[in-house]
């Protein structure tokens, strides 16, 4: 029983120790934008529009329009059916856009996973947490039940001694 105290003593002093630092870690990262470099801040702000309701109403009132005024132009079609200027256009941006949103996730997904390691770590000293506390009740229960054998005898015992 002690050799399975002292294993979970250590590991909870190892535990303890690396969750510290992880804390620092997350800490030092979420205070400091210094970590984040002008890349990533500028990928997380395109995701972040690409991504609304805005830009998403604003593009479709644009796209719309632009059709409309090839369609009706009674003078000039700039961009007559296929809209082929249209195509490029969406193209171009589909194309600078993807890289953003996929650099904007992959670093979210950076911030995720290290979450959800400090998470588990968290979850494993909960575990050891718990184990203790069963080993102090089992001792406990040990001990209560060591103090009513002795009653119980000491009570036999002062019962046998008043009938002899």
């Known amino acids: 029983m002690t050799d399975l105290n002292t294993r979970i003593h250590e590991a ?3 535990l303890l120790e690396e969750l510290r630092r992880q804390r620092r870690l997350l ?4 205070e400091g934008a210094s970590g984040v470099s002008i890349g990533q801040k500028v990928a997380d702000a395109v995701a972040a529009t690409i991504g609304s309701w805005p830009f998403i109403i604003v593009q479709s009132v644009l796209l719309a329009g632009w059709v409309t005024l090839n369609v009706i132009a009674w003078i000039q079609h700039w961009d007559p059916y296929p809209f082929i200027l249209l195509n490029l256009a969406l193209s171009f941006q589909a194309a600078y856009a993807g890289p953003f949103i996929l650099m904007s996730q992959n670093r979210q997904q950076d911030i995720d996973r290290r979450k959800a390691e400090s998470d588990y770590q968290v979850n494993v ?3 050891l947490e718990i184990e203790l506390l069963h080993q102090k009740i089992d001792a406990l229960k040990e001990q209560e039940l060591a103090d009513l ?3 119980v005898r000491s009570l036999t015992e002062h019962l046998e001694a008043r009938r002899g």
């Open 149 to 151: 054998a002795r009653a």
């Open 27 to 30: 800490r030092e990262a979420s």
């Open 12 to 14: 909870e002093g190892r």
């Open 125 to 127: 000293k909960a575990e």
